[in-house]
């Protein structure tokens, strides 16, 4: 095997081989306390290659950059860039020296304006004031450049959807003069015509020379964009400098693993005509979000809703959980009218959200996993107004084997865990209980290839058991393989509905991107 | 650097790397895992913050013996002395266990002296005295909670900023409470509650078992109940709170309740040490108890505190004003102290002993 890789590699290595190596690590260990998160790792970028790093949630790859950007320090282990031994004070000294990062979780200043933002911590400056419109101007051109010359430079992050906010986080990479621009699971919550733009970006920065790591789960892209592929495992690297394009996935995927998964979905029941209907909406409405979308889950479906993000598809979830308040329309769950703006009411009826951005939606990063899991559940698990901690934690445990919680000890502060292990304890708190409706929002937003298999069949089992669920993904692939029946939204609006087995991934693209097929199929 | 070198692939390292450092792996097992994350845990996050708290303390009665030896060389003096300190944290402690929950929860409440003041005043009028003790006791707990209820309406459903409205009522309640005691010192003429702060149980000064009552049934409320969950949820992250199906709004209107409710209490345990009320007693009682409780570990943005820690920092300040008395030094000077030590336990805390933790595991990683 080793054999035939080296000759596939050879070939496909031709054209980067005498490129310069930029950035190379040797030995990199970083502890934190009772966690190697990195046992020694090997890395090696050159000049104008796009290198990718993979590795399963908690693998060490967040780490491992945070390293590079200064973040971190390594407790041993050599980094050397641009030729030079170098060990970062601080980000600020790594991005002086043409480093910039664009990190997992979002670290923008909700209250700054977007430009702001861009340009946080080296505004360009005369005499001491900076000059908020040469500011502007150039966010203006980053944005623009990004393809979203829409977002005006002035306006506050905090009013941004997810989307509008990685963007930012990317023109503030950009706004540095950088050498080497770290990218941590961008895509994760871009849609898919702006990890085409992303694509293009990377592209048009490796042509000038630029190096890029990118972190993504999803294989396809690594196929598409990356050249050069590190493979980390448990904090060490088991494989360095594959080719990307032509490493088999099997073969990836082991590397990571240490064993094979088959990236596939659970099979779909055949449906269930006589299933009772579990929520009726009908003509929900917020302007300048959503218009007249009327649609039903049945008891044991998954529905899932496919659209571009911005397409109001998060806003109609959380609108139908009663976190914001529909200005005309109805929500009845087993023929019962909620009411509107309640959570505790939806909640009440057994509905459940895991919605979109964990951190600032979903977690009490300084409290341990198992209040996290419990958060929505604890009042029920509790006798009689005390909290039952030790039934909370068997809970707890349950979920973690079954999403394959890494680190397992769920004592833990949930800020310690990896970002796709943290994505599980969100939607892991919706499993406990009696939750009879599951609204997903991104629901494997960061999560590795095994344990999503796991997750899908965890959906697949509790629809199974006549939970409904309605599931909002950017990753079609997933809406289509996963849901039972499958809603195009574009622009606010229902266009399409059709079995998911009917639906493939091409004409769902249609729809999102031109509304091709509008005429005749709107619901 | 040849071609080979450059593209060398593939786990070399693995074996040899393994070999290495076995068991140190991230999975590591129950084993060390979990003596590790003892004392890594919030708990004994906590647990340092209080024996830190101790140690002042001890510092402080150090500090005594030797500036006043012969004072402390007299076993019954000590004694006495001690329930003195305690006595005096006594009215203050159970305001801050009220404050401490506020502030977990995210909020703020600047008016818990006003309210003492206000509850302290209505209780005492000539009115309200001709119920005896009983309608005393009620009319204080109950002006307390009625209070605290409409900071929290305000707050919960008039959206109002904590501090804003707290502010108001301070300035309101006070207003107040010298429009009805027109501004005279109210004499208590009820024997019940006069005699309450001299009274003793088992030897133990009755305000002080309050203190100790009202403060262990915070912890059980914060730690073992779902009251205490819900505090701790809100004030951490309250879009995560209202997603999760919890009632923010009513959590947030009862906390201030709760503050409130310990006002009244604080404030009929005062009125008692007095055996008067007026409109400016409980002065900055806000102040001290916002200071005990950020000393004692509580994080100023919500969703991290203790009662113990709170309490211990209750007393701390309740030892310093008694080193000042006993020494006979000035009020002035004392408050300078305080003010250092206020900073001196916040400098402490964001030290919180990290880069020792990571040193120690460090080595224990190299010694595995
Ligand atoms: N501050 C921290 N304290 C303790 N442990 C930590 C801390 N940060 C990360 N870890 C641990 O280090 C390991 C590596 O985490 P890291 O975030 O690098 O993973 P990752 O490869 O980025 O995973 P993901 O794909 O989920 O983002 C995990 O086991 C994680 O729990
Ligand atoms: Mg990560």
């Given at each position: 095997m080793t054999d035939s890789t080296t000759v596939s590699r050879g070939a496909q290595m031709a054209d980067t081989d005498d490129r310069p190596v930029v950035l190379r690590l040797t030995d990199v260990v970083k502890t934190f306390p009772g966690v190697r998160a990195l046992d020694g790792v090997q890395l090696e970028v050159r000049a104008g290659e796009v290198h990718c790093l993979l590795g399963q949630n908690g693998a060490g790859k967040s780490t491992l950059i945070k390293v590079l950007a200064g973040v971190h320090r390594p407790d041993s282990g050599t980094v050397e860039w641009l030729g030079e031994e170098v060990s970062f004070a601080n980000p600020q000294a790594a991005m002086k020296t043409g480093i910039a990062t664009i990190y997992q979780e979002l670290d923008l200043v909700e209250d700054l304006s977007v430009a702001e933002n861009a340009f946080l911590g080296h505004e360009p400056r005369r005499f001491g004031f900076v000059r908020r419109a040469q500011m502007a101007r150039v966010t203006r051109e980053i944005l623009g450049r990004l393809g979203?010359?829409?977002?005006?430079?002035?306006?506050?992050?905090?009013?941004?959807p997810a989307a509008g906010k990685q963007i930012v986080s990317m023109a503030r990479a950009l706004s540095h003069e950088a050498k080497l621009i770290i990218m941590d699971e961008p895509s994760a919550v871009l849609a898919h015509d702006e990890v085409e733009n992303l694509f293009r970006i990377i592209r048009e920065l490796t042509a000038q020379g630029i190096a890029v790591i990118y972190i993504s789960h999803r294989m396809e892209e690594i196929r598409e964009i990356g050249d050069r592929v590190t493979v980390l495992k448990d904090g060490r690297t088991t494989a360095a400098n594959l080719p990307a394009r032509t490493t088999p996935t099997r073969e990836l995927v082991s590397r990571m693993t240490g064993r094979t998964i088959e990236y596939v979905f659970p099979d779909r029941p055949p449906a269930d005509a006589s299933a009772e209907e579990l929520l009726r909406v009908e003509g929900l409405t917020r302007h300048g979000e959503f218009a007249d979308v009327s649609l039903t889950v049945a008891a044991g479906e998954i529905v899932g809703i496919a659209g571009l993000v911005g397409s109001g598809r998060s806003e109609l979830l959380e609108t139908i959980f009663g976190a914001r308040r529909a200005e005309a329309g109805t929500v009845r769950v087993a023929g019962r009218t909620l009411r509107a703006g309640s959570v505790g009411a939806a909640v009440r009826a057994g509905i459940g959200l895991a919605p979109e951005e964990r951190k600032s939606q979903a977690l009490l990063l300084g409290e341990p996993i198992y209040r996290n899991v419990t958060l929505a559940t604890f009042s029920r698990l509790a006798r009689v107004g005390f909290t039952n901690a030790e039934r909370e934690v068997a809970e707890a445990n349950r979920i973690a084997d079954t999403l394959e919680l890494r680190p397992r000890d769920v004592h833990r502060a949930v800020r310690q865990l990896s970002g796709g292990n943290q994505q599980k304890v969100v939607v892991g708190r919706w499993l406990l209980g009696e939750t009879r409706l599951l609204l997903l929002d991104e629901p494997t937003r960061g999560v590795d290839v095994g344990a999503r298999a796991e997750l899908y069949q965890v959906i697949r089992d509790l629809a199974a058991q006549g939970v409904g669920v309605l599931l909002v993904s950017s990753e079609v692939p997933e809406v289509l393989g996963l849901a039972d029946r499958v809603l195009v939204m574009r622009e606010g609006r229902v266009i399409h509905e059709a079995p998911g087995s009917e639906l493939d991934e091409e004409t769902v693209l249609d729809l999102v991107m031109a509304g091709a097929l509008m005429e005749g199929a709107a619901a | 650097m040849t071609a080979d070198e450059a593209t060398a692939t593939a786990v070399p390292g693995e074996a040899t790397a393994t070999a290495a450092a076995p068991g140190q792996t991230k999975q590591h097992g129950h084993g060390a895992g979990a003596n590790q994350s003892w004392w890594r845990s919030d708990a004994s996050d906590y647990a340092r913050r209080n024996l830190g708290l101790i140690g002042v303390l001890v510092a402080l009665v150090v500090i005594g013996i030797i500036t006043q030896p012969q004072l402390y060389s007299d076993a019954t003096w000590v004694k006495n002395n001690t329930f003195t300190i305690l006595q005096q944290a006594s009215a203050i402690g159970v305001v801050t266990v009220g404050m401490t929950f506020v502030i977990i929860g995210g909020g703020i409440d600047l008016s818990v002296g006003a309210i003492m003041a206000l509850a302290g005043v209505w209780a005492t009028t000539l009115a309200t005295q001709s119920y005896g003790a009983g309608g005393m006791i009620f009319t204080g707990l109950v002006v307390g909670l009625g209070v605290g209820l409409v900071n929290g309406v305000l707050i919960s459903y008039g959206r109002l900023v904590p501090f804003i409205a707290t502010l108001a009522m301070m300035v309101a309640a006070r207003g107040l409470a010298a429009e009805i005691s027109n501004k005279q010192t109210q004499v208590s003429t009820s024997q019940f509650i006069n005699d309450l702060a001299s009274a003793k149980l088992l030897g133990i000064p009755v305000l002080v078992v309050i203190l100790v009552a009202v403060g262990a049934l915070g912890w059980v409320l914060l730690n073992r109940t779902t009251f205490g969950r819900r505090t701790v949820a809100v004030g951490g992250n309250v879009e995560a709170a209202r997603l999760a199906g919890i009632n923010v709004k009513a959590h947030t209107l009862m906390l201030y309740a709760l503050s409130g409710l310990c006002c009244g209490i604080g404030a009929l345990m005062l009125t008692s040490q007095a055996t008067s009320a007026q409109a400016a007693m409980a002065n900055m009682y806000e102040l001290d108890a916002i200071a005990a409780a950020i000393i004692g570990g509580t994080l100023l943005s919500g969703g991290r505190g203790t009662i113990v820690g709170a309490l211990l920092g209750v007393l701390v300040f309740s030892t310093i004003t008694n080193l000042f008395s006993i020494n006979g030094l000035s009020t002035e000077s004392q408050n300078m102290i305080k003010g250092a030590i206020i900073v001196a336990a916040v400098l402490i805390q964001q030290f919180r002993f990290n880069a020792l933790t990571q040193f120690l595991s460090r080595n224990k990683a190299i010694r595995a």
């Open positions: 979203h010359a829409e977002i005006p430079p002035r306006r506050l992050v905090r009013s941004l | -």
